[in-house]
């Protein structure tokens, strides 16, 4: 599923794709943030660490951590989780 929405906003024309990732002891997480990089590298494009942050499921985290991502002006963001998305 990361994989398919990453390729949607490439699809939509977005190139600079911020990620908030979700706990990376988490299986789902490390699953999601492959699908996303998958994504990218697949149509030639690579991953910007500046553009992968670390949160951790909760609403807070994907607030502070989307504020970090707009310092490197992303073209859309996409967070591993509900949560993390609304905030």
Same mark, same amino acid.
Not at 2 to 14: D, M, S, Y
Not at 53 to 81: C, H, M, W, Y
């Given at each position: 599923?990361?994989?398919?929405?990453?390729?949607?906003?490439?699809?939509?024309?977005?190139? *600079?794709?911020? +990620?908030?990732?979700?706990?990376?002891?988490?299986?789902?997480? %490390? *699953? *999601? +943030? @492959?699908?996303?990089? @998958?994504? %990218?590298?697949?149509?030639?494009? $690579?991953?910007?660490?500046?553009?992968?942050?670390?949160?951790? +499921?909760?609403?807070?985290?994907?607030?502070?951590?989307?504020?970090?991502? +707009?310092?490197? $002006?992303?073209?859309? %963001?996409?967070?591993? @989780?509900?949560?993390?998305?609304?905030?």
């Amino acid at each position: 599923a990361a994989r398919a929405i990453t390729h949607h906003l490439i699809e939509k024309g977005h190139r *600079r794709i911020g +990620f908030v990732r979700g706990p990376r002891s988490h299986l789902v997480s %490390i *699953r *999601r +943030f @492959n699908g996303y990089a @998958n994504a %990218i590298g697949g149509l030639g494009l $690579r991953v910007d660490p500046a553009l992968v942050v670390q949160g951790d +499921f909760s609403r807070q985290s994907g607030r502070e951590q989307a504020l970090t991502l +707009f310092k490197a $002006r992303p073209t859309a %963001i996409f967070a591993s @989780n509900d949560e993390m998305a609304v905030g």
